[in-house]
């Protein structure tokens, strides 16, 4: 009888060890360098993404902590990162955006500061070669559970309209790609007198967007 109690015992914990092993992220000290131009996460690792609305918050903020929608060249921003459930990898970077708030290819602007609480956030530059060390992509350091992430922005120039846009992954198989809220979007405050005209479906389907974009063009002409 013990000796059946045994081999059950040791059969439980063949099938279940593996299984609380695999708690975290494979990309356990930040999301690997063919993601920096994709935000794209490997498909054989993680599965494919959720299409729902991501459970976080992301808020940016000025000098005075009041959120912002327009950036001035110089001045330090802040981007918040609140999670409603917990995350323990993600992609930042600020991408640029065309007048309707189309993103201009894999193109970033301005840069992002490092300070000493990206230790506490478990944070790093997602550095992808000794000869291009722009400040302009941020990962996870570790894989520890997160709710929140604050990080620091500046462009010493006007660079057009700027989107923050986030990969972010609570474990491996559950991860929201891409995403870009529009409370992460910033226009120059040289457009505040003539603001640009941002189609708002961009930050719900931006291929829909640009759909509705073609249409009224061609109406147009």
Known sequence: MHRKLEILWGF????????????????????????????????????????????????????????????????????????????????????????????????????????????LYGLRFQRCSHWNMDDDSVTHADDDKKFLSVIKWTTDRDVGNVQFMITIASEDDVYWERWRPYSGFLQSISQKVSPSKVIKEVFVDEKSAFKIYSSSSDAKS
């Open 12 to 119: 439980v914990v063949f099938m279940f060890v593996p299984i609380l092993a695999m708690d975290g992220l494979s990309e356990t000290t930040g999301f690997h360098c063919m993601t920096q131009y994709s935000m794209r996460l490997n498909r054989w690792l993680h599965g494919e993404p959720r299409p729902t609305q991501p459970p976080f918050d992301l808020t940016v903020l000025d000098e005075e902590g009041n959120e912002a929608a327009y950036y001035e060249p110089g001045k330090i921003y802040t981007i918040r990162l609140v999670g409603y459930v917990h995350y323990r990898g993600l992609l930042i970077q600020p991408r640029l955006c065309d007048e309707h708030g189309f993103t201009i290819g894999s193109l970033r602007g301005g840069r992002f500061l490092e300070d000493n609480n990206w230790g």
